[in-house]
Nanobody, 125 residues
C-alpha cells in the first residue's frame, strides 16, 4: 500500500494563497504521474492539475489556469500545488493522487492508483 501524505490546507480569504504538499515514497514518486483533485460538498471529485513523472508536462483544468501551479521536487519526493488568487468556489477537500497514468486520460480519477487522505481548503468571501 502506497501512502501519500498531504499537508497545507486551511482557511484563507478570497484573493489569498495557500500551498499544498504531497509526499510520496521514493519508488512511487519516481515512476508515477502525480495529480491533484478536489471535491466540494455534494459534488463529484474533479480534476485540478497533473504533472507527468518523466517530462514534467502539466495539465490544468481551465478554472485554475493562471492561478494554480503544480511542481515536483524529486529530491524530496514531494509535489506541490501553489494556489494564488483563491476564490470561494475553490473551497473543497483537495486530494493528491499517483498513478501510471495514460497522459491522454490524466484528468480521470480511474487513471490513478493511489490517493491521499485529503486536506480541506476553505476560501471565505
Amino acid at each position: 500500500q502506497v501512502q501519500l501524505v498531504e499537508s497545507g490546507g486551511g482557511l484563507v480569504q478570497a484573493g489569498g494563497s495557500l500551498r499544498l504538499s504531497c509526499a510520496a515514497p521514493a519508488r512511487t514518486f519516481s515512476r508515477y504521474a502525480m495529480g491533484w483533485f478536489r471535491q466540494a460538498p455534494g459534488k463529484e471529485r474533479e480534476f485540478v492539475v497533473a504533472i507527468s513523472w518523466n517530462t514534467g508536462n502539466t495539465r490544468y483544468t481551465d478554472s485554475v489556469k493562471g492561478r494554480f501551479t503544480i511542481s515536483r521536487d524529486n529530491t524530496r519526493n514531494t509535489v506541490y500545488l501553489q494556489m494564488n488568487s483563491l476564490k470561494p468556489e475553490d473551497t473543497a477537500v483537495y486530494y493528491c493522487a499517483a498513478g501510471s497514468v495514460n497522459w491522454a486520460r490524466a484528468t480521470l480519477t480511474q487513471e490513478y492508483d493511489y490517493w491521499g487522505q485529503g486536506t480541506q481548503v476553505t476560501v471565505s468571501s
